[in-house]
């Protein structure tokens, strides 16, 4: 008995982790939009979030590193190129593209990241469709149709652009998943991570210099404080919460219980951002998380022999 309630406990904490995280990422979309508001760019905008977040990730590395085994040179390469991916590309791409889309689009986009997963496997890895995968596919990329021709009659061609460039952006992390998949078993989830976030950092600040002269560090006082929350609520504790609810739950059931990150954008670009509920956005909304739950159920059909695995990383 005693074993059984501890069991629960720890699936319980799991999965509030899992929620947690998955609203505070959602919540992402909201902090960004609400920075827009002030005249700030996306090169700035996404540099004063790493500028918050990245020590935590400094220590996250220095820490996970402690006995482990040193990383080679090829490590180093394939973790920079991850890094440049899955982080920085990925971010600023998604940074863009808020300035023409609804935090609700944006979010239903970020969430085909499994069904693009699936597809890159197929292409670049050899594995198979089965009738689930295209059930999946075809339930995800018709909500999100139906989202995109809502939104583009009400706001207009802008809808596209910002549409294709977090679409490109769910592309960049889909690629950072794939490449990662057998490295984060042999360098660790925390690891992993950490040294990618600090890649993305150096490239961020790069850019910022770049484009940028510093005098756009001065910012209205609400943009730090938007970043600052962006920085540590939307992405160092998100982050850390889904690998413990991963830890005590497995990640199945934390990707099952993120399924509430679409819903919960929907709901706080309600409150915080004014954005307008309709029909036509639950019916996608509820098309997209339908396909994503399709898709993470686990096969029940055994795969013939020498065939490769139908099961996405």
């Excluded at 679409?262 to 019916?283: C, R």
Aim: proline letters at 4%; a positive charge; hydrophobic letters at 55%.
């Amino acid at each position: 008995m005693l074993v059984s309630q501890t069991s629960r406990r720890l699936f319980l904490a799991g999965l509030a982790l899992a929620i947690v995280g998955s609203v505070l990422f959602s919540a992402k979309a909201i902090v960004v939009k609400l920075a827009y508001r002030h005249g700030v760019d996306a090169a700035t905008l996404i540099a004063l979030r790493m500028a918050f977040s990245v020590p935590f990730f400094i220590a996250a590395y220095l820490w996970s590193s402690r006995g482990a085994a040193a990383l080679t040179a090829q490590d180093h390469r394939r973790l920079i190129v991850i890094g440049l991916l899955g982080y920085y590309a990925a971010s600023y791409l998604d940074f863009v593209g808020l300035q023409f889309i609804s935090a609700a689009l944006e979010r239903l986009i970020l969430y085909l990241n499994p069904t693009i997963v699936l597809l890159m496997s197929a292409l670049f890895l050899g594995k198979r469709f089965n009738r689930r995968d295209v059930a999946a596919l075809t339930l995800a990329y018709g909500g999100i149709l139906l989202v995109f021709l809502h939104d583009v009659s009400l706001v207009g061609e802008g809808v596209a652009l910002g549409a294709m460039l977090v679409f490109a952006s769910a592309v960049s992390y889909a690629a950072y998943l794939v490449m990662s998949g057998e490295l984060v078993r042999r360098v660790g989830a925390i690891r992993l991570t950490s040294y990618a976030m600090c890649v993305s950092t150096v490239a961020v600040f790069a850019q910022f210099v770049l484009l940028n002269p510093l005098s756009a560090v001065k910012q209205p006082a609400p943009v730090y404080w938007l970043s600052l929350v962006n920085g540590l609520l939307c992405t160092v504790l998100p982050v850390f919460a889904t690998m413990m609810a991963v830890e005590r739950i497995g990640a199945g059931r934390t990707s099952l219980a993120a399924m509430v990150g679409p819903v919960a954008t929907i709901a706080l670009a309600y409150v915080f951002l004014g954005e307008m509920v309709g029909g036509w956005q639950m019916a996608g909304t509820a098309l997209v998380l339908a396909g994503v739950y399709v898709l993470s159920r686990p096969s029940t059909a055994p795969a013939p022999a020498g065939s490769a695995s139908k099961e996405t990383p």
